[in-house]
């Protein structure tokens, strides 16, 4: 393997295997668990699920991969805070929707060179992109694991009554 | 800027952006209020701030970066849950302990070549990196990166009554 191999593998392990455990968060959950909170006052795990799956959906077009699969999420799950309007999609529609969106993703990011992954996304112009190289699609996506990380901390505290 | 640099300091502004979150929830919280349970039965924060301090002091054996600064903090932030041990440095010392370590590793970081990045961290043997070039430095920092991000989104949790 070259150095620039051996990169794309790492990053993509990091994103495979935080997006594998929030999967395995939602497996442990029926979908009316899925209407819990958090904790007291916080988000539902449902909504936990639709704002990941926006937010990767809004991938697609910002590392140029194609248009989006669900932007009808984004006033639900991005714009609003939860409860304050009706779920768009079911349950079971939702995890659909979260596993598509990932599985594109993935399938993408598989093909990256070392090239790939250093070229602008699409929020940044040409000119910014020259004074500041690192507004590239790898930072977006690991800052995208991250935020997925940081929700699903969050998500498991909904198991409180399931056996590890 | 050449590719190798570019993305040496990706890697770092997502360390950098996930370290400086936690040390804002930090901020907000009075020593007193480090106390508090991030959900009901859930960990106080300050045992998500061992957890993360001595997590992260790990890091400097593994990445061949020097011996450890806080050994001590293991027992009681590792190995055993929260409350099963008392804790064995104040609120005050413990945050003092947290900014070394990461300013500790953060200069290390900086100054990482890719070749730096790709090195094998120090609980794989030669046969095993061998086979496994993608168990390198890369690896551990982007997925305690990942790590301390899910317990951030944990920790702003306590922060119920605190304005944003």
Tied chains: 1, 2.
Excluded: C
Aim: aromatic content about 8%; cysteine-free.
């Amino acid at each position: 393997m070259t150095n620039e191999e051996i990169l794309g593998v790492t990053v993509l392990n990091s994103w495979k295997l935080v997006i594998s455990r929030f999967y395995k968060t939602l497996s442990e959950l029926s979908d009316e668990q899925l209407q819990r909170q958090v904790a007291p006052g916080k988000n539902r795990v449902l909504y936990l699920l639709g704002h990941l799956t926006a937010t990767h959906d809004r991938m697609l077009p910002l590392l140029a991969l194609g248009d989006r699969l669900h932007p009808e999420l984004d006033e639900t799950y991005i714009t609003n805070p939860d409860r304050a309007l009706g779920d768009p999609l079911s349950a079971v529609e939702l995890r659909r929707a979260w596993a598509e969106v990932n599985n594109k993703l993935t399938a993408a990011f598989e093909k990256f060179t070392l090239n790939d992954w250093l070229q602008k996304h699409t929020a940044v112009s040409d000119g910014e992109f020259l004074k500041d190289p690192t507004r590239n699609r790898l930072a977006v996506v690991i800052s995208r694991t991250g935020h997925a990380s940081y929700h699903s901390g969050q998500a498991v505290f909904a198991k409180w009554d399931i056996e590890k």
